[in-house]
Nanobody, 121 residues
Framework: QVQLVESGGGLVQAGGSLKLSCAAPARIFSVNVMGWYRQAPGKQRELVAAIRPGGSTDYADSVKGRFTISRDNAKNIVNLQMNSLKPEDTGVYYC???????????????WGQGTQVTVSS
């Protein structure tokens, strides 16, 4: 049963922007960390960004300065604003949530179904 619902993926030209959103039930949104992973064709799934209830964030080096993760606690939504997109950002983006204090794939408790992001050159 899908408990995290992503939206906002699509096709964009290099240099453009997209905003992804992840809606979660309140009982899941209260986890210790939520974040976004992505998986490019033929590659392993990798962490893109994570955010904790207090607002502290982590980013992959490849997206620092371009992506911003945020959370709307009133609406139980986690957003990922992606600017200056590059073709190498192409992939399926997954929302994730976990009770662990760190965002590690093996410790993720909840996954979304994924949303495709395609960046054309």
């Amino acid at each position: 049963q899908v408990q995290l619902v992503e939206s906002g993926g699509g096709l964009v030209q290099a240099g453009g922007s997209l905003k992804l959103s992840c809606a979660a039930p309140a009982r899941i949104f209260s986890v210790n960390v939520m974040g976004w992973y992505r998986q490019a064709p033929g590659k392993q799934r990798e962490l893109v960004a994570a955010i904790r209830p207090g607002g502290s964030t982590d980013y992959a080096d490849s997206v620092k300065g371009r992506f911003t993760i945020s959370r709307d606690n009133a609406k139980n939504i986690v957003n990922l604003q992606m600017n200056s997109l590059k073709p190498e950002d192409t992939g399926v983006y997954y929302c994730a949530g976990g009770w662990s204090s760190i965002m590690v794939q093996a410790l993720v408790d909840y996954w979304g179904q994924g949303t495709q992001v395609t960046v054309s050159s």
